[in-house]
């Protein structure tokens, strides 16, 4: 009998898992992916989980989602207005040439005009929408589509604030690359969601204070015709998951203890029984419900029936909150106790407090970054206004700062004060300040602490005839 012979394995069949695997494993080489192993699917892609996953581009929320998720979600509407409340909680101060009372009436100007409400706004809008624009009722003379002549302002009655989506979607550029503003929108076309008459007017960027949103790379401001990006789109999941968070944990605690019946030949009664089986049935059960709220207690029939009530776990749901929450606040650049209305301690402990110290100090950035500008601006078209307070003169020496953010309690403040009157008495004594000087300064400022002013005109020390430096600041 011949013996067999023995054949070896088809090239093919050996090979088969290196043939199958061979394309993940040239996809993860080909993206970059580091190590890859083929045998334990390391950066292999479609074995390897972590090789798997990949970033979404994000969405592109609407008009309409944003509005209804700032009227609809309380969180995601704190997100937006809780940097804006705070940037013009305090509001500012002014002080001009030594002259407290045109000062003030600059401050009645811009409540006449109600600055702090309309500026507010258009940073809600600009975070909620990527974009607003409040556009100035100045007076020079010249239409809406030319650039404004500061030398002609006959007043500053008012501003509008406006969204990003009542503009059209085409401005007109500033094409010359040799030009400071090169790339920047020269003239807005309104499309206003009240009535048509406003209806493709053109608007100089001179007469208007616009917030352009949160800053993305060029190619997204582009396509958002240089608008920016509502703050919701990245805080999006964020805010999502801190939402499911705790809409599970209500979910819970309604099914915390859920009451479990036995009836011997339940299955049996149910489906032999008919209509009067289950009529019967219901009755039984509202009886054990009536009993157990009458007497508090529930009789049942010792061999057929049982009744306990079975409760769900709630162990370290608390940390999955706290961690949810923890999230948001750290992606929203919030202390704990701003964000989530509850005292610092309950969690950060201690570290409450500094929290809230980096804060003011992110909002005092945001302040010089994304409102000093606007004011100054106002500030100086009042000034200028030949029907303002000063008739069109522009004082010398000018100047707005933002009242301090941290406030002192009276304890404080009076320990403020009198470590100042101590300090100015010595000045006085040596005469390094004149009690006019100290007067001025401490009397004419709302800032306890605020820097002593010397009047160097007065002591001859400056040119009767300074050359004039229009916003000269102090």
């Known amino acids: 009998m011949a013996k ?16 199958s695997v061979l394309p993940k494993v040239l996809d993860a080489a080909a993206h970059g992916d580091g190590w890859v192993n083929m045998y334990t699917g390391l950066n292999v892609r479609g074995l390897d989980k972590r090789a798997s996953t990949d970033f979404e581009p994000a969405r592109r929320w609407t008009r309409i989602e944003l509005e209804e998720r700032y009227k609809g979600d309380a969180m995601a509407a704190k997100v937006v207005d809780v940097l804006p409340e705070d940037m013009c909680r305090e509001w500012i101060d002014i002080t001009i040439d030594g002259d407290p009372q045109t000062a003030q009436l600059v401050q009645q100007q811009l409540r006449k005009m109600k600055a702090l409400e309309n500026l507010e706004w258009a940073l809600k809008m600009s975070r909620l929408h990527g974009g607003s624009a409040a556009i100035l009722g100045i007076d020079d003379g010249r239409p809406l589509n030319t650039p404004l002549r500061e030398d002609s302002i006959k007043r500053l009655s008012f501003i509008n604030v406006l969204d990003r989506w009542q503009f059209f979607t085409q401005p007109v550029w500033y094409r010359d690359p040799t030009e400071p503003k090169y790339g920047q929108v020269e003239l807005y076309r309104l499309l206003p969601i009240f009535g048509v008459e406003a209806l493709m007017h ?11 949103g949160l800053r993305m790379p060029d190619r997204i401001m582009l396509e958002n015709w240089m608008w920016g990006d509502s703050v919701l789109t990245r805080l999006d999941n964020a805010i999502r998951n801190y939402q ?40 039984r059960f509202r009886a054990i419900q009536i009993g157990l709220s009458m007497v508090r207690g529930i009789v049942l029939d010792a061999e057929a029936e049982d009744y306990h009530r079975q409760t769900t776990t709630v162990t370290g749901l608390d940390k999955l909150i706290s961690a949810a929450e923890r999230r948001l606040a750290a992606e929203t650049s919030m202390p704990h106790d701003r964000l989530l ?19 003011y100090d992110h909002v005092k950035a945001a302040q010089e970054r994304l409102l000093r500008e606007p004011i100054e601006r106002l500030v100086r078209y009042i000034l200028l206004s030949k029907e303002g307070p000063t008739r069109g003169k522009l004082p010398k020496k000018w100047s707005v700062e933002f009242r301090p953010l941290w406030q002192l309690d009276e304890v404080g403040q009076a320990d403020v004060y009198l470590k100042q009157a101590q300090g100015d008495q010595i000045y006085a004594n040596l005469g390094a300040a004149t009690p006019d000087e100290i007067a001025t300064s401490r009397f ?19 040119s009767d005839n300074p050359p004039e430096v229009e916003g000269q600041w102090a």
Do not use: C
């Open 4 to 19: 067999a012979r023995k054949t070896a394995p088809r090239i093919d069949t050996a090979l088969s898992p290196l043939v």
């Open 202 to 212: 053109e608007i100089h960027e001179t007469r208007m204070i616009v917030f352009q």
């Open 244 to 283: 499911t968070v705790h809409d599970s944990a209500a979910t819970i605690v309604q099914d915390f203890a859920v009451a479990v019946y036995k009836l011997k030949n339940l299955a049996d009664a149910m489906a032999n029984g008919g209509q009067d089986g289950d009529q019967k049935l219901i009755a």
């Open 341 to 359: 209305a509850e005292s610092p301690g309950a969690s950060l402990g201690e570290g409450g407090a500094a929290q809230d110290r980096q804060w």
């Open 444 to 462: 004419g400022s709302q800032q306890p602490g605020a820097q002593l002013q010397l009047d160097m005109q007065a002591r001859g020390l400056l």
